[in-house]
């Protein structure tokens, strides 16, 4: 597959690490010769020194035959102008990051479709709809529904009130039981486990399972204790924060502290009344946020742009009793070092929006990829074409690759657990997990065979 991506920031950089990793044939140009060398260094791929909007320099790259292209530089215009040329050019998909809400909305996504845009990424909006997931439960460290909520993946640190532990799952995941554990994250080490495999004590294990049984896999992992979340607290009034609010659910009451006096009173202007009191101060200064209420808060949310005040934040946060915390981080190694202290849940807005664009490259289809930062694992959502292996024998006999195991399908609406005696049907949604860079090498079974 020919990539052609333009800006070596965070989310082109993250996203040529992915591509690499899967042997695409992969250009990246910028206008940076420093950041190419240092991307060009580390990943097999072209680096070109050029503006991303010249027609001469996008020729040269290869854009008539491109696959797809996309435009991740901090420059909304200029990604914008950079597809358009890109589609013009004979380039079959494009991709562009906004910085504006509107261009959202439903109404504007033909409108940018004759532009030559396909498809537009915004990654404070991704962000944001991760924090609502982590919020909805305190007990748990990330939540990911699929289909509206027929499957639902729940990550949950293991602590000594879990009843399950030391058990090999064989006794836990049997084919009439409501979850599967189709992850866990132990130390440095991803585990795609087995029926010998067995939880630990700290262990971040990775439910599978569907709506109705949320409340027992909260009570056999002994988490029953949590409080709901109804009190959130907010460090950092910036575009995340005011996606993030928009989709708060009513019954949330949120406090936001913002330490920019111009900042807040544009706050005040975008958000609506009762969304959230507004609150200028520092959201490190203990004082405040006691003053604040951070006593009877259940979330705190961390969204500044220094990981590090962040990470500190969070730890304060905590140390006063909250429960849940949210940090964003988008420096991959601090991300690592938040999850070894404790911090609830971690929000990388590139690591997101690359999974966003990352689900583009297959040719069948694939939809929701989501790559698990802190477990080195991914998971996506494959619909398997007709004809395709997975539908011609039992889960069973499907001699799946080590490392992949599927969680779970939705077939009519409907979310279901798999077992050895399952057979998947074409249209079926299947959830494949699986170590990080092995996505790729199931394609194969979802697509059209004669095997």
Request: charged share 25%; aromatic share 6%.
């Amino acid at each position: 597959m020919k990539i052609i991506i333009c800006g070596a920031y965070a989310i082109g950089t993250h996203l040529a690490m992915l591509l690499a990793r899967d042997n695409e044939d992969i250009t990246l140009i910028d206008e940076s010769e420093e950041k190419l060398a240092q991307v060009g260094s580390n990943y097999d791929l072209l680096t070109m020194h050029a503006p991303p909007n010249s027609i001469k320099a996008l020729k040269e790259a290869g854009v008539s035959h491109a696959d797809l292209f996309i435009a991740v530089t901090p420059n909304e215009s200029l990604n914008m102008s950079a597809c358009m040329l890109a589609k013009a050019l004979g380039t079959k998909k494009t991709v562009a990051k906004i910085d504006k809400s509107e261009y959202m909305e439903p109404e504007m996504q033909a409108f940018f479709a004759k532009m030559g845009i396909d498809q537009l990424i915004y990654p404070e909006q991704l962000a944001a709809r991760d924090i609502i997931a982590g919020l909805k439960m305190s007990w748990v460290r990330q939540r990911w529904d699929v289909h509206d909520g027929a499957l639902i993946m729940l990550g949950i640190k293991i602590r000594e009130t879990c009843e399950i532990m030391n058990r090999p799952l064989r006794e836990l995941c049997g084919p009439d039981d409501p979850y599967h554990i189709v992850a866990i994250k132990r130390g440095q080490d991803t585990i795609i486990p087995g029926g010998n495999d067995e939880l630990q004590l700290y262990d971040l294990a990775y439910f599978m399972t569907t709506k109705p049984y949320i409340p027992y896999i909260r009570k056999i992992v002994g988490k029953e204790q949590y409080a709901d979340v109804k009190n959130v607290m907010i460090m950092g009034g910036g575009k995340t924060a005011v996606r993030a609010v928009r989709q708060m659910p009513e019954y949330m009451k949120v406090k936001i502290i913002e330490s920019d006096t111009a900042r807040c009173e544009h706050l005040n202007d975008v958000l609506e009344d009762g969304q959230a009191l507004i609150i200028n101060g520092d959201g490190r200064d203990i004082p405040l946020l006691t003053e604040e209420g951070i006593r009877n808060t259940q979330a705190f949310v961390s969204l500044s742009g220094n990981a590090e005040t962040n990470i500190l934040a969070c730890l304060a946060a905590k140390r006063l009793g909250v429960r849940k915390t949210v940090a964003m981080v988008e420096n991959l190694d601090y991300a690592t070092m938040a999850e070894s202290l404790d911090i609830g849940t971690v929000i990388n807005k590139k690591v997101i929006a690359a999974s966003h664009i990352y689900q583009m490259m297959f040719d069948v289809n694939v939809h929701n990829v989501h790559f698990i930062t802190s477990a080195n694992a991914d998971v996506a959502e494959f619909i398997p074409e007709s004809g395709s292996r997975v539908t011609k024998k039992l889960v069973r006999d499907l001699n799946l690759p080590n490392g992949i195991t599927i969680g779970g399908i939705v077939r009519d609406g409907e979310g279901m657990l798999v077992s050895g005696n399952t057979q998947i049907q074409a249209g079926d949604s299947v959830m494949v997990f699986c170590h990080a860079q092995k996505l790729s090498s199931i394609e194969k079974y979802f697509k059209h065979s004669i095997w």
